[in-house]
């Protein structure tokens, strides 16, 4: 049943868009993956075995989401019972969240850790349009193991031009030259370089994206530097990955902290290896750029004050705490519990 994830429900119907306007407008929200620069995407450079540590995050706060028993995503620990992943994991196409039923795993050196996710809370400004770079969602579980790492956010602004830590996902994989040819549900890991953030290429996407493309090395599949001379390089090597269906939601590190939550890749009509969307070199993918949404994930992971704390404290202050309770409430109309 999961071996052929369908990553979003409705995934729509994938448009070319035309380099001369360069727009991205009615591409499809697709998921992500990855797919290696390498020959073989099996081979341990990339494969997130349990307990593996790259460029110093431990990989094992990365987990498996599988959502209303057929669709899979990944997300990442982020509190003692929340895990950040992608808005489109969890909605329909205009934001609305559609989810039954969730679990999210973890399989780590210390054991395996599996909860069931009792609430999701998108951004609220999360509709639908993957363009907008609010495509987050923080899913929490009725249960985490104390061993699974969880992971800080990136607050910084050196995003753009970092050598990523690591990209990490669950979703299909495949080499640059075939495209994802290989099931989803191993985790894997590689790098990237954002190049730049969406307004920089594109008229219609947000600067709450960032973009970057999978490199082959040769300048024919150096995308972004084809549509903007001068703004991209010729990659990684072997470490290059691009991302595919299942990897959505999953986390980019710099500074060993989360900066960029897959959200959607792209194919232009030029420098695409392979045509269509099949995560060959010379796609482009699309991050969420977390740091500027921490205010939004702190906000809900945070605890809310227990009514005993502010008995003490005076009623003025118990006042001002109640009508603070009601309007967070209020904010967060995103956000569904399980039943
Ligand atoms: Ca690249
Ligand atoms: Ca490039
Ligand atoms: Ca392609």
């Known amino acids: 049943m999961l071996n052929q994830p369908k990553m979003l429900k409705n995934i729509p119907v994938f448009m070319v868009s035309l380099a001369t306007g360069l727009t991205l407008s009615g591409l499809s929200e697709v998921a992500k993956a990855y797919t290696v620069a390498g020959p073989n995407p099996n081979d341990p450079l990339y494969l997130g075995t349990p307990g593996k540590v790259v460029n110093g995050v431990d990989l094992d706060g990365v987990g498996d989401l599988i959502l209303n028993g057929n669709s899979r995503c990944t997300a990442s620990r982020i509190s003692a019972t929340h895990a950040l992943t992608a808005g489109h994991c969890v909605t329909d196409n205009f934001g609305n969240i559609n989810v039954n039923s969730a679990t999210l795993a973890w399989n780590t050196d ?24 609010v495509d987050l969602a923080i899913v929490e579980l009725d249960q985490i193991a104390d061993f699974v790492p969880t992971y800080e956010i990136y607050t910084g602004s050196g995003e753009i031009g970092a050598i990523s830590d690591a990209k990490v996902g669950f979703g299909l994989s495949g080499t640059g030259t075939t495209g994802y040819t290989i099931n989803s549900g191993t985790k894997r890991h590689g790098q990237n370089v954002y190049d730049g953030v969406g307004s920089d290429f594109f008229s219609d996407v947000s600067a709450n994206v960032m973009i970057y493309d999978f490199d082959s090395g040769l300048q ?34 710099i500074d060993g902290k989360i900066a960029g939550v897959t959200s959607f890749s792209a194919t232009l ?35 809310v004050p227990e009514p005993l704390t502010i008995l003490g404290s005076g009623a003025a202050i118990g006042f001002g705490t109640l009508f603070k309770r009601k309007l967070a409430k209020k904010s967060r109309k995103n956000s569904n519990r399980l039943s």
């Open 110 to 133: 210390d054991g395996l850790s599996v909860g069931n996710v009792v609430n999701i809370t998108t951004h609220p400004l999360w509709n639908g349009d993957i363009l907008l770079g």
């Open 220 to 253: 024919a599949n150096n995308t972004l530097d084809l549509i903007a001379p001068g703004s991209s390089d010729l990659g990684l090597g072997l470490n290059e990955v691009m991302t595919g269906p299942g990897d959505s939601g999953g986390s980019t590190f």
């Open 269 to 303: 009509g030029v420098g695409d290896s392979l045509s269509g969307l099949n995560g060959s070199f010379g796609e482009l993918g699309g991050d969420v750029r977390v740091s500027l949404f921490n205010d939004f994930i702190q906000d809900t992971i945070g605890t």
